[in-house]
């Protein structure tokens, strides 16, 4: 189990006293914020980008993190590839899929992931690594059961298809409303932010 701290809006002093405490993955959704926190922060913690990425923003952030967590487009896949390339690294990702087709939420509709996935096999500088799910803000634990359950039989479906150079290992859900559930579910990598900095004033 990865637990990513999820740190838009904290202040550097508080994200350095959680990684002192043992936090060792670090989440951001916009990537300024991201390079602006890695800058301050060091390397000592792996960065993940948790939020939709623009095209134009890929070569800022590239080289700095460990995973991209919203893989959703082809334009993002090529401009991925390309970059990756010109910094010689295979770059990590995770395929967002939008299980509930919240038209406010970005991710694939669950039956476009595998053609997707089949699509981004022929790069060769991008890896998938697993699937990413935010689920809809709601008390309603039937629904979040139901759009976890999808989301893991769907990994499971590409893992069974035997694509070489394709090992899904992580699928990222789960936030601090939710993560229990996504664990039962099967959710090796959650994403919490108020659940344990407090809630965010923008
Ligand atoms: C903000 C955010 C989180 C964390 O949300 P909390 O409800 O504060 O835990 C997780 N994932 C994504 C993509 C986010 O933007």
Redesign the pocket.
């Known amino acids: 189990m990865t637990l990513i701290a999820?740190t838009?809006t904290v202040d550097v002093e508080t994200i350095n006293k959680a990684i002192e405490l043992g936090i060792t993955d670090i989440?951001e959704?916009r990537v300024q914020e991201l390079e602006k926190k890695i800058e301050e922060i060091g390397d000592n913690v792996n960065y993940h980008l948790?939020?939709h990425l623009q095209t134009n923003k890929v070569r800022n952030i590239i080289d700095k993190v460990k995973l991209i967590h919203s893989l959703d487009r082809m334009s993002l896949v090529k401009e991925l590839d390309k970059r990756a390339k010109m910094n010689d690294l295979i770059i990590d990702t995770l395929v967002q899929v939008n299980v509930a087709e919240e038209d406010t939420k970005f991710g694939l509709e669950v039956n476009k992931v595998l053609p997707f996935v089949e699509e981004v096999l022929k790069f060769s500088n991008i890896r998938i690594k697993g699937l990413m799910t935010?689920a809809p803000y709601t008390d309603d634990k039937v629904l979040l059961r139901n759009v976890f359950r999808t989301m893991y039989k769907l990994k499971e479906e590409i893992s069974k298809a035997g694509y070489e150079n394709l090992s899904m290992d992580f699928l990222s859900m789960g936030?601090?409303?939710d993560y229990e559930i996504a664990i039962e579910e099967g959710s090796n990598m959650i994403?919490?932010?108020?659940?344990i900095f407090g809630d965010r004033n923008y």
């Open positions: 999820v838009k989440g959704n948790i939020g935010i936030m601090t409303n994403r919490v932010g108020s659940g």
